[in-house]
Nanobody, 120 residues
Framework: VQLQASGGGLVQPGGSLTLSCAAS????????MGWYRQAPGKEREQVAA???????NYADSVKGRFTISRDNAKNMVYLQMNSLKPEDTAVYYC???????????????WGQGTQVTVSS
């Protein structure tokens, strides 16, 4: 499975961005998908997650500002980010959790990061 993230960039505080992540390859085993971020000098942290059925969860720091969505038909996951703050500056990564029933194998795929910079 390959994950291709896009949509990062430079935005002013209070602005908005939408990140996209396209999944390709053997996607039938994918369950939950999500977004993580890593700021310089900090640990990677989970931002949002969504199950194949559409249930979502968010980090407290982004609740009410970010929205994760998923288009299973297009194998896409999105992160709509509103009211951006300088502390949202980070490299954002999409992820896809998989479970292979035949082998009980579980794991996580990662996409390449996309830089989001919030600055005036």
């Amino acid at each position: 499975v390959q994950l291709q993230a896009s949509g990062g960039g430079l935005v002013q505080p209070g602005g908005s961005l939408t990140l996209s992540c396209a999944a390709s390859g053997s996607i039938s085993s994918i369950n939950a998908m999500g977004w993580y971020r890593q700021a310089p000098g900090k640990e990677r942290e989970q931002v949002a997650a969504i199950t194949s059925g559409g249930s979502t969860n968010y980090a407290d720091s982004v609740k009410g500002r970010f929205t994760i969505s998923r288009d299973n038909a297009k194998n896409m996951v999105y992160l709509q980010m509103n009211s951006l703050k300088p502390e949202d500056t980070a490299v954002y990564y999409c992820s896809a959790d998989y479970f292979v029933v035949a082998t009980f194998e579980v794991g996580r795929y990662w996409g390449q990061g996309t830089q989001v910079t919030v600055s005036s």
